[in-house]
């Protein structure tokens, strides 16, 4: 009798920190898009401040996608429990057409405008 492969290891997904990730996403997507849309807003934010922002966000969406399902199902939650564009935003990036996307690579005329039809309370 043969033995069935082994199955390859993965780690246990540690909710709160997941749920953190989440969070963090979502205020930094908020953060990032804010910035973009009135930068004299926001005199201090150069470039390196920018990318710095970026790079965290991109990690935070990382810290999500790592954890597979159970990070879909926390953004999911999240959503439910807040549905605004940030945390919308999370929850697209784990679709499988955004999957591996870093933030700098996306239009945001286009994210911009599919959040806020998602969003519009008149469908």
Do not use: C
């Not at 429990?81 to 286009?110: C, H, T, W």
Request: net charge negative; aromatic share 8%.
């Amino acid at each position: 009798m043969s033995e069935a492969p082994p199955r390859p290891y993965r780690a246990p997904v540690i909710v709160p920190l997941v749920r953190q990730h989440v969070e963090q996403a979502a205020f930094l997507w908020t953060q990032y898009d804010a910035v973009l849309a009135r930068p004299e807003e926001f005199p201090d934010m150069d470039e390196e401040r920018l990318a710095r922002l970026v790079e965290r966000l991109d990690a935070h969406l990382d810290g999500v996608r790592v954890a597979g399902e159970e990070g879909v199902r926390l953004a999911e939650e999240a959503y439910e429990d807040f549905p605004y564009a940030g945390e919308l935003f999370v929850l697209r990036m784990l679709q499988p057409g955004a999957n591996g996307k870093s933030v700098a690579d996306l239009d945001i005329e286009k994210v911009r405008a599919y959040l806020e039809a998602a969003l519009d309370p008149r469908g």
